[in-house]
């Protein structure tokens, strides 16, 4: 995957992006037209204003703060508008109105969602916002501030004898589609050995860096099911043909992404919490049909939610 950059003041334009295509034809061109068609447009941003009282915990002399997105998924999660350069979702929202409370510039650059959260402790990023699952294991090295409730889901086509997926030894066999460096490749790889601890064949963990290929290896019938955000599988069952979402297996709460020890934080989570009073954050979540993951206040690197 290439790395492409985006800079802005508060808005996100891309004017230098290059859109990689797979395949050739214009069939697979008018697909991608087709589908860009769905993804909302609805400016729910841009007239936010700059809440002072939020933008004095920032540190001193902030003006400016870059923040990774991995871009490649499918709606809420980040993708591109029809003109297949400009990148939109529910953190591209979140992300765009919190600038704006702060009253601070953005670099936005897209980087791979499994090299994000690395690269936040050598500086090359201020903060990531990608969906990223508040964990325990996480909390060791990350900084967290929440913003939506989401978590882990699994999907399968309609022609799999899978209902309800409430054990992981359930899968054992079985081929699970998942992506790279997710909290979901850490609980399948962590809990392989259910399926051996009971002298059962292992499932195999099939990981791939677009959720593209995820979907094409489901489709395909080369995995047997996906495991991957609540959101995402219901927005992609509701809008891709042959499949069905079985059911939500663990919350996790979501957040922005720092470097451990950050002092943004505070900044952050009163920004988040101005969203919510003003119905800014309302506005996002019913723009990406996500209402079942509102929060009622934000908060910095909270326990991981156990269910």
């Given at each position: 995957?290439r790395?492409r950059?985006?800079?802005a003041?508060v808005?996100?334009?891309?004017?230098?992006?290059?859109?990689?295509?797979?395949g050739?034809?214009?069939?697979?061109?008018?697909?991608v037209a087709?589908k860009?068609?769905?993804?909302?447009?609805t400016?729910v941003?841009s007239?936010?204003?700059?809440?002072?009282a939020?933008?004095?915990?920032l540190?001193?002399?902030?003006?400016?703060?870059?923040?990774?997105?991995?871009?490649?998924?499918?709606?809420?999660?980040?993708?591109?508008?029809?003109?297949?350069?400009?990148p939109?979702g529910?953190?591209?929202d979140?992300?765009?109105?919190?600038a704006?409370v702060?009253?601070v510039?953005?670099?936005?650059?897209q980087?791979?969602?499994e090299?994000?959260l690395?690269a936040l402790?050598s500086?090359?990023?201020?903060?990531g916002?990608?969906n990223f699952?508040?964990?325990?294991?996480?909390?060791?090295?990350?900084?967290?501030?929440t913003?939506?409730n989401?978590?882990?889901?699994?999907a399968?086509?309609?022609d799999?004898?899978?209902t309800?997926?409430?054990?992981?030894?359930?899968?054992c066999?079985?081929n699970?589609?998942?992506?790279?460096?997710?909290?979901?490749?850490a609980?399948?790889?962590?809990?392989?050995?259910?399926c051996?601890?009971?002298g059962?064949k292992p499932?195999?963990?099939?990981?791939?860096s677009?959720q593209?290929?995820?979907?094409?290896?489901?489709?395909?019938?080369?995995?047997?099911?996906?495991?991957?955000t609540?959101?995402?599988l219901?927005y992609?069952v509701a809008?891709?043909?042959?499949?069905?979402f079985?059911?939500?297996?663990?919350?996790?709460?979501?957040?922005?992404?720092?470097?451990?020890?950050?002092?943004?934080?505070?900044?952050?989570q009163?920004?988040?919490?101005r969203?919510?009073?003003?119905?800014?954050?309302?506005?996002i979540?019913?723009?990406?049909g996500?209402t079942g993951?509102?929060?009622?206040?934000?908060?910095?690197?909270?326990?991981?939610?156990?269910n």
């Open positions: 995957m790395t950059n985006f800079a003041f808005s996100i334009t891309s004017a230098a992006l290059l859109l990689t295509a797979c050739s034809g214009g069939s697979a061109a008018s697909a087709a860009s068609d769905e993804v909302p447009t400016d941003v007239t936010e204003r700059k809440d002072d939020a933008a004095r915990l540190p001193a002399g902030t003006t400016h703060l870059t923040v990774a997105i991995s871009v490649g998924g499918t709606p809420p999660g980040t993708t591109y508008l029809s003109d297949g350069k400009t939109t529910q953190d591209v979140f992300t765009k109105a919190v704006k702060l009253g510039g953005l670099t936005v650059e980087a791979s969602f090299a994000i690395p402790d500086g090359k990023y201020d903060f916002a990608s699952g508040v964990t325990d294991e996480r909390r060791r090295t990350i900084d967290f501030v913003y939506i989401d978590g882990q889901g699994f399968a086509r309609k799999s004898k899978l309800k997926i409430t054990d992981l030894g359930q899968l066999g079985l699970v589609a998942t992506g790279a460096g997710t909290t979901f490749e609980t399948l790889e962590e809990n392989k050995h259910v051996t601890d009971a059962k499932y195999q963990v099939q990981t791939y677009e593209s290929a995820i979907w094409s290896s489901v489709q395909q019938g080369r995995s047997d099911v996906v495991m991957s609540i959101n995402g219901r992609a809008h891709q043909p042959g499949l069905r079985l059911n939500e297996y663990h919350r996790l709460d979501v957040g922005f992404a720092f470097k451990k020890g950050t002092r943004l934080a505070p900044a952050f009163a920004a988040v919490n969203l919510l009073a003003d119905g800014t954050y309302d506005r979540l019913r723009k990406w996500t993951s509102a929060v009622h206040t934000s908060r910095i690197s909270p326990p991981e939610l156990r």
